[in-house]
């Protein structure tokens, strides 16, 4: 009874934490209903990093001289929708410039940045969008049921509570590059067993094919995404891609975008735990930045989330 409780409980924190994550209201999971509409932690990914602008290319520097940003509104297909707007312009002026561009009507329009579902009536800099800036086009189902959390999303033998561990002078290491492990964070794992070509990528003995480990935070510091501050980082430089995927090997850097969350009573801050492809990976050392060290992917097909890591402030 305990155990199941304490499973409950868990399930619970994960509901309230992707809630915060997806904007979206979630229903407690009812495995007897088969109308549910149920929210995977693994797919949620897909429109969740935070990706922008790297460094100076001929669009960045095009659109400074102007009051016009360029932003990319990414579809199911992997396709790309380039649109260049006034960043005070709303979500539904950016969903009937789709609509003009692609023919999908704009009330079959769902438009997400940074995980979060955007309000019609907002505007692009309310968002925090920036030049640059990834978007997520997911088509508006006709009838929607309220979504649950998916269960089968879940791999609890994978869980690991850090809250309070210290680890010290202890080093790790997961693809030849040090793993700061999230003390004070508790991990929840994300099943992904069945989702790539093999498990190399997540090994733990630091041997050739490891990927190694980033944290991500998806929210705002200072009203700043963790792209936004990056890509100012990347400003003047040239790099051999011109748009990538914003990380950090620093979990303390994550935290400063961490989204916050009440639960029962409790605050509580949430980042994603990745693997990232270490090819092509820019690295921005935080001798270089002042801030912290930031990493770059090329796509998100470069970065593989595997945890959601939640600590209570």
């Not at 934490?17 to 949620?44: D, I």
């Not at 968002?127 to 189902?141: C, D, E, M, Q, S």
Request: charge should be neutral; aromatic fraction near 8%.
């Amino acid at each position: 009874m305990a155990s199941s409780e304490h499973t409950q409980n868990n399930h619970d924190l994960i509901q309230a934490a992707l809630t915060a994550l997806s904007g979206m209201k979630l229903v407690p999971n009812n495995r007897s209903s088969e109308t549910s509409n149920s929210l995977s932690l693994f797919n949620h990914h897909t429109t969740t990093y935070s990706s922008g602008g790297v460094g100076d290319t001929y669009s960045g520097r095009n659109m400074e001289q102007t009051n016009m940003i360029e932003i990319y509104v990414k579809q199911m297909t992997d396709e790309n929708i380039t649109c260049q707007i006034e960043p005070d312009k709303t979500i539904e002026d950016l969903k009937k410039m789709i609509q003009k561009k692609k023919g999908i009507l704009a009330d079959q329009q769902r438009i997400i940045f940074a995980g979060k579902q955007l309000e019609d009536r907002a505007t692009l800099t309310h968002y925090g969008i920036h030049n640059g800036a990834t978007l997520h086009l997911v088509p508006r189902k006709r009838v929607e049921a309220p979504p649950t959390l998916d269960l089968s999303s879940l791999d609890p033998q994978y869980d690991y509570d850090f809250s309070n561990v210290q680890d010290c002078d202890r080093k790790f290491r997961r693809g030849g590059i040090d793993y700061v492990r999230p003390c004070g964070w508790k991990r929840f794992a994300i099943k992904v067993t069945d989702k790539y070509e093999n498990l190399i990528w997540l090994g733990h003995h630091n041997k050739e094919g490891e990927w190694p480990v980033s944290y991500h935070g998806t929210g705002f510091n200072q009203n700043k995404t963790m792209a936004t501050d990056g890509y100012n980082l990347t400003k003047g430089k040239r790099y051999a891609f011109g748009h990538g995927v914003y990380s950090t090997p620093d979990v303390s850097v994550a935290e400063k975008y961490a989204v916050k969350f009440s639960h029962e009573g409790n605050q509580y801050l949430v980042v994603l735990q990745n693997r990232v492809n270490p090819e092509q990976l820019v690295k921005l050392p935080a001798a270089e930045t002042g801030i912290g060290d930031y990493w770059i992917s090329p796509s998100d097909k470069d970065i593989r989330p595997y945890g959601i890591l939640i600590r209570k402030v």
